[in-house]
Nanobody, 124 residues
Framework: QVQLVESGGGLVQAGGSLRLSCAAS????????MGWFRQAPGKEREFVAA????????AYADSVKGRFTISRDNHKNTVDLQMDGLKPADTAVYYC?????????????????WGQGTEVTVSS
């Protein structure tokens, strides 16, 4: 089992920045590819960003490419999502997820473990 706890969400004005963090515990963190997903009100959960188990490869949704950066620290067992140039359309609950394959993985059904989510609200 892997336990994931997200933090760093909040309210920010359009154009601002937030840094989300996900702390993992349980099994060896470096064995897992990690991802961030989000679910906006009334919409389905969607892929945001993913990073391989080693941190050497990453992937982004087109909607966040160039604005968001995913990173991981396998010593601290954390994965972060730096979000710059935030837009109201980025308003959502953001979820951290872990998967056994090396990754990066973009499909939700490839992930085995999920956090409870952290809420991000971007005001216009």
């Amino acid at each position: 089992q892997v336990q994931l706890v997200e933090s760093g969400g909040g309210l920010v004005q359009a154009g601002g920045s937030l840094r989300l963090s996900c702390a993992a515990s349980g099994r060896t963190f470096s064995n897992y590819a990690m991802g961030w997903f989000r679910q906006a009100p009334g919409k389905e959960r969607e892929f945001v960003a993913a990073i391989s188990w080693s941190g050497g490869r990453d992937a982004y949704a087109d909607s966040v490419k160039g604005r968001f950066t995913i990173s991981r620290d396998n010593h601290k067992n954390t994965v972060d999502l730096q979000m710059d140039g935030l837009k109201p359309a980025d308003t959502a609950v953001y979820y951290c997820a872990a998967a056994s394959p090396r990754g990066p993985l973009v499909l939700q059904n490839e992930y085995d473990y999920w956090g409870q989510g952290t809420e991000v609200t971007v005001s216009s």
